[in-house]
């Protein structure tokens, strides 16, 4: 973190914040920070050759999504919903997360979420559905599903056999669900 806050020094202006499992320590829900910081930066920009030893994601996400949290920018919880939504695979502890899922319901900004979706395609909207309703939020997955009404089944991380099927946003998911059925997470 010490290249980050050097970086943020040098060019305070600068679109970057930590994602994915990192946001999620610093939003004080995961309990156990990633062996590697994730950053997040906007779409083709790469970043300082002083933060090489990140992980990066590359996901749409508004200014307004992005909160200050020990004088660093991370993702807020909307936007790491959203981000999760967008790219199972980027966020690498999924017991982690079907931990913290249930806390993070009770901290979403619906009208932000919205707005993390932005454009996103079909896909990122069933799976943020299928998100809302493991972080016990079945009154905003429904009018998601409402709103953006799922059009064919999709998976949450790799297509496998087993796992479950969602009715209301039709994802498949042979990795999460097995996790949110009382593990401790991590």
Request: proline fraction near 7%; glycine fraction near 6%; charge should be positive.
């Amino acid at each position: 973190m010490i290249e980050l806050r050097a970086q943020l020094a040098l060019k305070p202006d600068m679109s970057i914040a930590l994602a994915m499992e990192s946001a999620a320590v610093l939003n004080r829900l995961a309990q156990r920070a990633p062996a590697q910081e994730v950053l997040w930066l906007p779409a083709r920009v790469q970043p300082p050759k002083a933060l090489s030893g990140f992980r990066l994601v590359h996901v749409e996400v508004p200014d307004a999504a992005i909160e200050h949290v020990d004088r660093l920018p991370v993702w807020g919880v909307d936007a790491l919903l959203v981000g999760v939504a967008t790219r199972p695979s980027s966020y690498r502890d999924l017991a982690g997360l079907a931990q913290w899922l249930p806390e993070s319901g009770r901290r979403i900004d619906y009208e932000r979420l919205l707005a993390c979706l932005g454009a996103a395609n079909s896909s990122t909207r069933q799976r943020l559905i299928y998100l809302l309703q493991l972080a016990e939020r079945s009154d905003l997955a429904e009018d998601l599903a409402r709103r953006f009404p799922p059009t064919a089944p999709v998976w949450f991380g790799a297509a496998r056999s087993g796992g479950r099927q969602d009715r209301l946003s039709r994802v498949l998911d042979a990795e999460l669900a097995p996790l949110m059925s009382g593990g401790t997470g991590a």
